[in-house]
């Protein structure tokens, strides 16, 4: 199956810092790219779509100017958490689309932890 | 509102006992139906997506069936790797091709 890529895996930030997240499809163009949440026990959230080269479309209830999302490639998203709190740590999951299959392929994830 | 219920929540199982897990759904218009499992710490990986009702698909010891209401993944004779959190999602028609995920049936498979 194809392969998507996060960086950082872990991260340890102090509140008010923001932290950028990186999403890569590493073997396939990915138009659309998903970012989505998942806290302890619980299953995943979808956060926002992200299109390239198009402004992202987030979710009922997420904040788009805390959450900042740029799709400057068909291989590249990155989530931008901005001024960052403690209630933000969670563990963060992008997705991609390979179009042609329709198959969705999710990225290792990234634990954000807010001190 | 697109919904998916998972059921059992949990299931612990013996090596070799095979069994399944449950994925009810209501959507406005089925695209796909899609499995995936997640490890603890971990992205999940892909399974299977699935299409239309009466379809299915196996690999290694899971086979995935889909009716019109749900779909199952059955496991014949699970192994202690198999242990898992197990996700069914589906993906509705209109335009945008993003997931509405269950909450997960949590396996343990014993030695």
């Known amino acids: 199956g194809a392969v998507v890529s996060q960086h950082p895996s872990r991260v340890i930030c102090k509140s008010g810092t923001s932290v950028k997240i990186e999403c890569r499809s590493l073997?396939?163009?990915?138009?659309?790219m998903f970012w989505y949440r998942q806290f302890p026990k619980q299953s995943l959230m979808l956060m926002a779509t992200s299109n390239e080269g198009s402004k992202a479309t987030y979710e009922q209830g997420v904040e788009k100017d805390k959450f900042l999302i740029n799709h400057a490639s068909l291989t590249l998203s990155t989530l931008t958490v901005t001024s960052a709190h403690p209630e933000d740590s969670s563990f963060y999951i992008c997705?991609?689309?390979?179009?042609?299959?329709?198959?969705?392929?999710f990225g290792p994830g990234t634990r954000l932890t807010v001190l | 509102e697109d919904q998916v219920t998972q059921s059992p929540e949990a299931l612990r199982l013996q090596e070799g006992e095979s069994s399944s897990l449950n994925c009810s759904y209501t959507v406005s218009g089925l695209r796909g139906l899609f499995w995936y499992r997640q490890d603890p710490g971990k992205g999940p990986e892909f399974l299977f997506t699935?299409?239309?009702a009466g379809e299915e698909k196996e690999k290694e010891r899971l086979k995935a069936t889909l009716t019109k209401k749900e779909s199952f993944l059955h496991i014949t004779a699970p192994k202690p790797e198999d242990s898992a959190t197990y996700l069914c999602a589906v993906q509705a028609w209109g335009g945008s091709e993003k997931l509405v995920f269950g909450k997960g049936t949590k396996l343990t498979v014993n030695p």
């Open positions: 997705s991609a689309t390979d179009a042609e299959d329709n198959e969705q392929f």
């Open positions: 073997d396939f163009q990915a138009t659309t």
């Open positions: 699935l299409y239309s």
